[in-house]
């Protein structure tokens, strides 16, 4: 059992030292999106978007050495602006207005937050993923 404490602690410093080395990268950043309706002239406009990457990781839990402990952060915004921008549609009907105001929101900030909770028993491990595609089932395997 010595090996897979050494395996936690291996894993918990790699994640430590990805913290420290500043490997989250998430920014906010210029683009620019096109805003479209049928029958509208597409219309570019400047905008934000949040892009980079975050630490993320699963290891051998220290406590409860059959277990695994997720850590999931993805780039998402923190804060959103709206804004109203008119667009020109020359195809609208007689009743429509040839503007139509559309609404649009970009993020105000960036940051590495939790990604969205993946169910625990939707995640299957490629070890076992890969014994039990090969016809083996899980009763027959000898860690199980």
Not at 26 to 46: A, N, R, S
Not at 116 to 124: H, R, V
Request: hydrophobic share 35%; with cysteine.
């Amino acid at each position: 059992m010595s090996w897979c404490l050494v395996l936690v602690a291996a894993l918990t410093v790699a994640a430590s030292r990805l913290a420290l080395t500043g490997a989250d990268e998430c920014k906010l950043t210029p683009v620019v999106h096109v805003l479209q309706y049928p029958g509208c002239v597409p219309k570019p406009i400047p905008s934000y978007a949040c892009v980079g990457h975050c630490t993320s990781y699963v290891q051998v839990s220290g406590s409860k050495l059959w277990q695994t402990e997720r850590s999931c952060m993805c780039c998402q915004e923190s804060g959103q602006r709206e804004a109203s921008v008119s667009i020109f549609c020359p195809k609208a009907k007689q009743s429509d207005q040839k503007f139509r105001k559309i609404v649009t929101r970009a993020p105000v900030e960036c940051m590495c937050r939790p990604c969205t909770q993946a169910e625990e028993s939707k995640a299957i491990p490629q070890e076992v993923a890969g014994f039990v595609s090969g016809g083996m089932s899980l009763e027959s395997m000898p860690f199980v």
